[in-house]
């Protein structure tokens, strides 16, 4: 595995982002956020903006307090930090940052290492899975490669693929599951071709582990029987 | 007396239900008197991480015409094992499951805070959750294949047994067919004739029960029947074949000439949708996901011809009459949202085009299925595409937070009676005791259904209290109400919420401080706000103004202290301090002003008030404005022109717009970039401060407003500018000492 624990932290620091809108297609579209930002269940809210004031009831409007007239050239620059003033307002919790580019260089997810798993994932799966839907399956793997060798997948797609193939060869099909999703949420144009082959293939594989355990518990307790009776037979 | 907001707040958090009095008017002359209508908003699916469903059947009352659940107010007698019905006072008998109970082991529905308990029961087969996605063609190619993709992530967004179906249409309709193996086939009907629910079953092959239904399995309890129909079938086993299928798809053949717009069925898309969903899957939860990008052209249903000389209708077009296709169209869509609703489904209108689509004659669809309605300029833009996404959030369990065939049930002490609901439902006609004469909004029953339904959807109920003048206060000077709300969760599981609510009756002459003290002006705005976009459906717009003026002006007669010829004198009470506020703003909102709104905005907008829990209406009633500046935290400040200062930012909420306007200094210094230079930090975290507060909004909303970042003298401070008060203006600014250059 060229990808080590912390690499991956830091890939799921950097899928926490928010791109702007659209705006070419839709005036004032609003910005775009990564599916990690959108499934966070989120620490501690901001306080809500849910206040009002109620206007004076002597019914004469406010006088502003600030004196600055419009029209006036800028009064100077604003209060400068050293100057005792108010706190500044408490910085955005981390997951609001927009990723700066790493200055560590890490080397990028290989092809192979992604792939190769990917294949003999799908070789697990031939006695067990009918054999269309493996030709679909590896037609898709088939596709992947194509598209990977062909330079036509971005970094973070190829990151976040090595991420999944780490997932799946440790049998974690749930974070397997949630990282095609997230490639699917934030990147559709590059995957669409081929993730639902992949995703096919993180079921298969998770129904084929269960029904391995479900043989090997039958099996171990068999051979426990039999230990048993043979233990009680020796003299 | 100042307890009181936190009461209503305690009450919010644990039942859902917001009252506009919480001390009740003893007598139907008085609460008359009252102005404000005794009403409660009720969001039946409120979120509560905190209340775990219970896994038994709720325990009813036996007498056959009342049937309320047992709940903290009835009286128990635990020796006995008998409990008296705190609605028709009938004795009845615990059931043998509750033989253990005593006062020191109490079953969870008789403990006081669970006024709001969920019951998950077994009822019968549990059947997937359905998509029929529809979507025109008739798109640019960058849209259609915007859209695309995001079906095709939705694919891995839906659980994997929920059943998926797909119908494209343009100048014709196609349904396809949906197999792993070969070639994939579809059903093309023309898109100009409409047909019965019939002859579309006879045409797809329905109707001979010719669907592939295996046996369900006997063994476990969690495994889903494989009932499914070559139209709709399972994720797990068509994902793949969706997938490519999706991928394929073109934009409409047939060539459109200049001048002209495309040919698009839309009519009888939905008509062969529902039909197939009726033929299919009647009585379950199933959504139909209509993806637009234009005007129905063709058929029933169409909203406007294909000459593009000739324009969509405006409201001076519908003012003058002169709106050609509009009665027609919405009939077409009544009747089709009408059986939708009687199947139990629920019908989303996603509308994408620059121009109107005709969201006027389909609102029914959505307003009456509980589906929902979005809006945007493009499927290629982030405002699509994330509420898109959005639709399948789940919560803290993991679950989606959609729900489905809703059935809400409403019981009242003999003293009420119910005059109707404004909200996403139809009624079911049960007529009952507990039934008024007077109607309002979706009246004459005491039962409504609501098909498509999640945790922020919000009813508002309007009561009538029949008791006679001068007759005494009911013993015990407490009225109640239950709600019942049976729904299908999206795990599949049957589930029944039941909330039960009482309140102190007072005698108005008497104690009148009482009952004003227990005002909810919020509450009270968003229901009489309700109250006045339902008239405006069928009034004239100036008649409901009027009206809205009239109640005002008797509410301040009846709760005012003023001297006579002194309007200086006039003061309100604390907890009616806000309301005269939220009627000003209410009526210039776009709600009930259709100036400057198309047809189908105003019934966007609309659609969306009608459904959104308080505080949402409220902000959508009066935006909330928040103040950013050196001199301190945030802090909220009028909806007034007298709030915008060269020195300060602004957050403006109006729910479907986020604006961020920089005062005119503040403008400067950002054009100086002293935010770049480290001795000026502070004013970097200023100008972050909205930002980071807007994101946080965007992030949870749904639909997601559109966002707006501008400054004094920008071309987008129009939106800020319509919604301030206009308190000054270059005409007065004088009469408060300001030097005009």
């Excluded at chain 1, 639902?196 to 298969?204: C, F, P, W």
């Excluded at chain 2, 299928?245 to 529902?274: C, F, H, M, N, Y």
């Excluded at chain 2, 009585?283 to 993806?291: D, Q, S, V």
């Excluded at chain 2, 209708?313 to 169209?329: C, G, L, P, Q, V």
Aim: charged share 20%; proline share 8%.
């Amino acid at each position: 595995m060229t990808c080590c624990l912390a690499g991956r932290a830091e890939v799921e620091m950097a899928e926490l982002y928010v791109k702007p809108g659209n705006k070419e297609r839709g005036w004032n579209d609003p910005p775009q956020f990564s599916y990690g930002l959108q499934t966070q269940t989120g620490g501690p809210k901001r306080t809500p903006l849910t206040k009002r004031v109620a206007a004076p009831q002597d019914g004469s409007p406010r006088v502003p307090t600030s004196e600055l007239s419009p029209g006036h050239p800028p009064v100077g620059p604003p209060p400068p930090s050293k100057a005792p003033g108010p706190p500044p307002v408490e910085s955005c919790p981390s997951s609001c940052v927009v990723p700066t580019s790493s200055p560590v260089i890490e080397p990028e997810a290989l092809l192979e290492d992604v792939l190769r798993p990917l294949e003999q994932a799908l070789k697990d799966c031939h006695g067990h899975t009918r054999k269309q839907l493996c030709d679909d399956i590896s037609r898709r793997l088939v596709l992947l490669r194509e598209q990977w060798a062909g330079g036509k997948l971005s970094v973070p797609v190829k990151k976040r693929m090595a991420l999944l193939v780490q997932e799946l060869s440790s049998r974690q099909w749930d974070a397997a599951d949630d990282i095609h999703r997230s490639l699917m949420v934030d990147h559709v144009t590059e995957v669409s071709q081929w993730m639902v082959g992949v995703k096919r293939l993180i079921a298969e594989k998770r129904s084929l582990s269960s029904e391995e355990a479900a043989k090997e518990e039958k099996s171990a307790a068999a051979t426990e029987n039999e230990t048993m009776s043979g233990l009680q037979q020796a003299p | 007396m100042a307890t009181y907001l936190e009461f209503i707040q305690q009450n919010e958090e644990r039942d859902g239900v917001r009252f506009s009095w919480n001390v009740w008017p003893s007598s139907r002359l008085e609460a008359t008197r009252m102005v404000v209508p005794l009403a409660c908003l009720l969001t039946p699916l409120k979120e509560r991480p905190d209340l775990p469903p219970v896994q038994y059947e709720p325990v009813l009352c036996s007498r056959p015409t009342c049937k309320a659940v047992l709940n903290p107010l009835c009286q128990v007698d635990y020796r006995a094992k008998l409990w008296a019905c705190n609605f028709c006072f009938q004795r009845n008998q615990f059931p043998p499951a509750y033989t253990g109970i005593s006062e020191v082991n109490q079953p969870a529905e008789l403990m006081p805070q669970f006024s709001t308990i969920e019951y998950v029961v077994q009822r019968g087969p549990q059947t997937p959750l359905i998509f029929l996605y529809v979507v025109d063609t008739c798109l640019e190619e960058d849209d259609l294949q915007a859209l695309k993709e995001s079906l095709q992530m939705s694919l891995s967004l839906l659980p994997p047994d929920a059943l998926v179906g797909l119908i494209t249409f343009g100048r014709m309709v196609q349904v396809h067919e949906l197999s792993c193996e070969g070639i994939s086939k579809s059903y093309v009907f023309r898109g100009t004739k409409d047909l019965t629910a019939k002859q579309i079953q006879d045409m797809l092959g329905l109707t001979k029960s010719a669907m592939p239904m295996q046996q369900p399995r006997p063994a476990q309890a969690q495994e889903h029947s494989f009932i499914s129909s070559r139209f709709l079938q399972p994720i797990h086993k068509i994902d793949m074949t969706l997938t490519d299928l999706l991928g394929e798809l073109q934009r409409d053949p047939w060539p459109v000439t200049q001048g002209k717009r495309p040919l698009r069925s839309t009519g009888v898309a939905l008509s062969i949708a529902v039909g197939l969903l009726e033929g299919t899957f009647p009585n379950t939860g199933a959504r139909i996901m209509l993806f637009t990008g234009g005007p129905p052209t063709q058929g029933p249903g169409m909203v406007v011809g294909d000459e593009l000389k000739v324009p969509i209708r405006s409201w001076h077009d519908i003012e003058k009459d002169n709106a050609r296709f509009m009665k027609k169209a919405t009939k077409h869509y009544e009747i089709l949202a009408n059986r939708t609703a009687a199947n139990g489904h629920c019908i989303d209108i996603y509308a994408c085009a620059l121009d109107q689509t005709g969201l006027l004659e389909m609102k029914c669809c959505t307003n009456l299925t509980g589906g929902h309605m979005v809006m945007g300029d493009s499927f290629n833009t982030s405002l699509f595409k994330q509420t898109f996404q959005r639709i399948f959030s789940k919560d803290f369990n993991g679950d989606f937070r959609m729900a489905f065939g809703a059935t809400l049930e409403v019981k009242t002490s003999r003293e009420l009676k119910i005059a109707g609901v404004i909200g996403p439902c139809v009624s079911l006609n049960v007529k009952g005791p507990c039934v008024s004469e007077n109607e309002l909004g979706v009246a004459g029953t005491s039962q409504w259904k609501i098909c498509g339904l999640d945790p922020t959807t919000t009813l508002g109920i309007y009561f009538e209290v029949v008791n006679q003048h001068n007759a005494p206060i009911p013993q015990g000077g407490r009225g109640a109400i239950q709600f019942v709300t049976q729904y299908q969760h999206s795990s599949t599981q049957r589930r029944i919420r039941v909330t039960t609510i009482a309140r102190n009756w007072a005698d108005a002459q008497s104690q009148l401080r009482h009952i004003e003290a227990a005002f909810d002006q919020e509450a009270a705005a968003v229901l009489m706000a309700r109250l006045g976009v339902f008239r405006a459906e069928s009034e004239e717009g100036p008649d409901v103004l009027r009206w809205l003026d009239r109640q005002l002006i008797r509410l301040c007669q009846k709760f005012g202290q003023y001297n006579k010829e002194d309007p200086s004198s006039f003061r309100l009470s604390d907890s009616f301090s806000l309301y005269p506020q939220f009627m000003f703003h209410l009526r210039r909102s776009p709600f009930l002003q259709v100036f400057n709104n198309s047809p189908d905005e105003s019934s966007y907008y609309r659609h969306h008030f009608a459904r959104q829990d308080l505080t949402q209406s409220l902000i959508m009633i009066q935006p909330i404005l928040y103040s950013y500046s050196f001199q301190g935290p945030p802090e909220p400040v009028l909806l007034d022109s007298s709030s915008i200062l060269a020195d300060r930012i602004l957050l403006m909420d109006t729910f479907f717009q986020i604006v961020i306007y920089l005062g005119e200094t503040i403008a400067q210094w950002r054009k100086a970039g002293y935010q770049d230079m480290p001795e000026y930090e502070n004013f970097k975290h200023l100008l972050q401060a909205p930002l980071d507060d807007a994101q946080e909004i965007l992030q949870a909303r749904f639909p997601m407003p559109r966002y707006i970042n501008t400054e004094h003298g920008g071309s987008q401070a129009r939106f800020l500018l319509s919604k301030v008060n206009p308190s000054q203006t270059h005409n007065n600014l004088f009469a408060w000492g300001q030097v005009m250059k």
